[in-house]
């Protein structure tokens, strides 16, 4: 019934509907071609017959036949709806002057996939759904049909390698920038990746203090969600004016008054620390909520810093553009690996953390960190090329547009998914589990790291999934503020009614989320523990 | 030894959970809390491992008071194990069973010895289960892994909250027994919490009674259904009181030695004899040299002038109690027939004794005689 319905679909594609738009150059409007005009050559006549055999097949009995008759037609027809037109698209091509009004500029002339062709790789692709459907019913191994589904894929890949499906006109886009989109599409990567890290430490920290703190839990779970319903635009827009007035300040003057925010957060939270056992109940809360605010100040403009300033090393790294930002990248590695090191034999993360629950921990954390980062930068900075009095935040990659408000903003989005998930992970775990754990003797870092984690893990990762498919599409939004990505293609595209171009940015965004998706997949099946896998 | 020093736990809204608690638990003993729900017993345990803090008094361990511990090292020093279980559902069975030896930094050596061990302990084969996860597990199963895991890294105490609480009675009946056997192996010093009467009875060298936080009554099993101190505990042991005592009885313990015997063989006159000595209605018949139950002889049969050897009932292991038995299984032997006197038989099946309705009604009744009977056998 199903393939009857597949081949039905592509034969009719076939029989009504254009399989080719022949156009003379990128922008004038196509000659639309269909498969029963193209003159001369039975073969095409040939494709329709063969997408009309599933509607016979699906009325055979014996069901292993019919599942390898299906897959085999299925696949043939998926190469097919590729081929024949690409290969009738080439003659035209030839006497492409012929077809055209005279006067019209014939530049790079290509050939438009059209409606006809959509349709027919969707009846296909049914096609073979029914047969492989069939097969797995009448006990076919899964590698089998593995194999057997991935045949038409695999033509169609080693076509578009060798050429023969070049004169579509996506193709003739990608031969022109192939080089610009390879660069894009890693921009693209890093953007999500950055973005996706920031926004699981972050988010994880968010929904473990929601699952903790009852009085916390609402603000933070409405606060994300608000957030996520500002639209990317306006999100983009309201970063623009602090990153440019941050960005025009000075390096120096900027260090001097952050190190002022971060002196004072200290001190009121050594204050705080003699004052806390004195003070009233109330004044005792109100002066932490204080407190907290003060030293967020620092750790925020620090976080936006070490966040641009993280995917300019990252991007430079990739490319390797710029000279001077190499040695900067270079002579951080060379003082934060050593710290990195001696820091990793020195702490025991799980015996650390119980002191970043105290409030004055904070602070000075947030000092010592800024201190250490934003010297190392500078330092790199002044090494490859600039004067200490007039370096600029810009040039550690924060202005009003480009990467920095593009990353800050993504992140943003990034965390309802993952705080609510985390949340809902820490929550439901067993309260008997919890309170083992804490009579056999686990400390809460132990407790969080050893128990609460793992347990939390696959909920945890389904929003790590949903971000990450969410963050290649509003990724894309971002080259709107000149942040670069497989954006710019559609954006292009879209001003100049250029629809490869569109789907020159589209395609590569839409195979990279589906491929994180299946990658981070994995990485969760790899990473559970059997014991609360999902049987 | 755990000592409880006028304890309080009271929280801030007033309410006190555990109200001036003074309690000895000696080594090696089962101490059992049990009360009404809101009683304060799983507070007053969890106040031990510091999982709840004492608001006054102190609790000492080995005479040393457990808020002198970081709370996690006390906990890793004291066994832990509740009602819902708790395995870790991602971690397999013998990871369960390491936890504690691994945050006690073992080599893997000796952790994987003693995992092991104490699976093979507990009755769950760990080439069999060892490498599988809680879920894959039954109930009972599960529980018997939170034992194990509870004697992890051997510790000297041992706080058990209701451990047998989520299974059915059968299978909660074997585990107790189980769990018995291994004590006698291990001997630690345990507090049990329970809100079954028949478990703490079964399972207690002393139950504590708790009411609204306070300690109504702290005595051996025996004592506690013999002598209850007010209504309060008559009703909290129940009416049955007098039926779970003979539960806590041995047939050894209570029966008779001088019971009406005739080897095989003995004429008619002789058994009519035998009867009339011992003022009984029936005789049993054993064989001459190894003393084994045969059958028995009921009076009206020897007065009917038969044969011998067609008065002679043999049926020995129907009416016979065996040595080891609860009392309460002997009264239920003696129910189901018309004898004065059941039998009692060794493993071998040599006749020892007897047990009369009297006797258990004499035991019931008079305090103290099973107690006294215990310490006779140093036990």
Known sequence: ????????????????????????????????????????????????????????LAFMSDRNRRGWALVTVGNLIIILTLYLPALAGNAYLIGAEALFEAGTRISNPRILSSAAIAVGLAGGGIVLFAGLLDLERSGASRLVRGLAGAVGALVVVLMLAGGTLDVYSIMVEYHSRGETLALRFLEHIVFVLVALVAGLIVGIALGLWASRDAKAEDAILYTVGIIQTIPSLALFGILLVPLARLGDSHFLSMARDWLLLAA????????????????????????????????????????????????????????????????????????????????GKRFDLERMLPHFQRVHFLPLLVAVLGALILLAQGAGKLLGNSELAELTIRDFGVSGIGTAPAIIALTLYSLLPLVRNTYAGLKNIDPAIIDSGKGMGFTAAQSFFRIELPLAFPVIM?????????????????????????????????????????????????????????????????????????? | ???????????????????????????????????????????????????????????????????????????????????????????????????????????????????????????????????????????????????????????????????????????????????????QEVSKTIIFVTHDIDEAIYMGDRIALLRAGRLVQYDSPDDLLAKPRDDFVREFVGADRSL????????????????????????????????????????????????????WAERSAVESGAAPEEVINYAPTSIAVAEDATAREALSVLLSHSFDLTPVIDANGILTGGVSIQRLQDLVEAPGIHAAAQRERGQ
């Open chain 2, 1 to 183: 030894m755990i000592e409880f020093k006028d304890v309080i736990k009271e929280y801030p809204n007033g309410f006190r959970a555990v109200d001036n608690l003074n309690l000895t638990v000696h080594d090696g003993e089962i101490c059992v809390l049990i009360g009404p729900s809101g009683c304060g017993k799983t507070t007053a345990l969890r106040m031990v491992n510091r999982l709840i803090d004492v608001t006054r008094g102190e609790i000492l361990i080995d005479g040393q008071p457990n808020d002198e511990f970081e709370p996690e090292i006390l906990r890793r020093q004291i066994g832990y194990a509740i009602q819902q279980i708790g395995l870790l559902p991602h971690m397999t069975i013998r990871d369960n069973v390491a936890i504690v030896p691994r945050l006690l930094d073992w080599d893997e050596d000796r952790i994987r010895q003693r995992v092991d061990l104490l699976l093979d302990m507990v009755g769950i084969d760990p080439s069999i289960h060892g490498d599988k996860y809680p879920r894959q597990l039954s109930g009972g199963q599960q529980q018997r892994v939170g034992v194990a895991r509870a004697l992890g890294a051997d510790p000297p105490l041992m706080l058990m909250d209701e451990p047998f609480g989520a299974v059915d009675p059968i299978t909660r009946a074997i585990l107790q027994e189980e769990f018995l056997q291994i004590q």
């Open chain 2, 244 to 295: 779970k005592r003979l539960h806590l009885i041995s047939v050894k313990d209570s029966m008779i030695n001088n019971v009406p015997r005739c080897a095989q063989g003995a004429s008619l006159d002789e058994l009519a004899q035998c009867m009339d000595e011992h003022r009984a209605n029936n005789v049993f018949i054993i064989d001459e040299n190894s003393g084994k139950l045969l059958g």
């Open chain 1, 462 to 535: 389904a929003g790590v999934r949903n971000a990450a498919i969410s963050l290649v599409g509003i990724a894309a939004v971002a080259s709107i503020i000149g942040a670069g990505a497989l954006g710019d293609f559609i954006l292009l595209g879209v001003n100049s009614t250029s629809i490869d171009q569109i789907l020159l940015g589209a395609v590569p965004a839409v195979l990279l989320a589906v491929i994180m998706d299946a990658g981070l997949k994995l990485l969760e099946g790899l990473l559970t523990s059997p014991g609360i896998r999902q049987a």
């Open chain 1, 264 to 343: 004072i957060a200290l001190a009121a939270a050594l204050v705080l620390r003699r004052l806390h056992a004195r003070l009233p109940e109330r004044a005792r809360q109100f002066a932490l909520i204080a407190v907290f605010i003060l030293a967020l100040i620092p750790l925020s403009l620090l976080a936006v810093l070490i966040i641009a300033f993280g995917f300019e090393v990252v991007l430079t790294v990739l490319t390797t553009a710029e000279l001077a930002s190499m040695r900067s990248v270079t002579f951080l590695a060379l003082v934060l690996f050593p710290v990195f090191v001696w820091a």
């Open chain 1, 1 to 56: 019934m199903i393939a009857f319905l597949g081949g039905a679909l592509a034969s009719f594609g076939f029989f009504f509907l254009p399989v080719i738009e022949i156009k003379p150059n990128r922008l004038a409007s196509g000659l639309p071609v269909g498969l029963l005009e193209i003159p001369g050559d039975l073969r095409y006549l040939l494709l329709f017959l063969l997408a009309l055999t599933p509607v016979m």
